[in-house]
């Protein structure tokens, strides 16, 4: 962590740090994608027990690493319920197998 000594400091390592969060957001997606692409079934895609199981799990790592819980959980739910909708989307759009009559 940078000591900063100015706004433009401090804006500066935000901006950083927002850099790296998209990266590890879009790793976060392609996850997301590929989950939407494995299920085989539309209902599978929302998993209540294992939404709250990823809170729970990033509230733990939110304390260990100093990170308030009032951001994190509201931070990360929102965060599970759009990727949630971009499942639906990736699940959606893949291909069916089709029947065939001989």
Partial sequence: MVKCHTMQDVRREIDRVDRELVKLLAERQTYIEQAGRIKGS?????????????????????????????????????????SIEHEFAVFDAKPRATGTSD
């Fill in 42 to 82: 539309r209902d599978t895609v929302r998993d209540e027990a294992r939404i709250e199981d990823v809170v729970q799990k990033v509230l733990a790592a939110a304390e260990c690493a100093g990170l308030s819980g009032d951001i994190a959980e509201p931070v990360w739910r929102l965060l599970i319920e759009k």
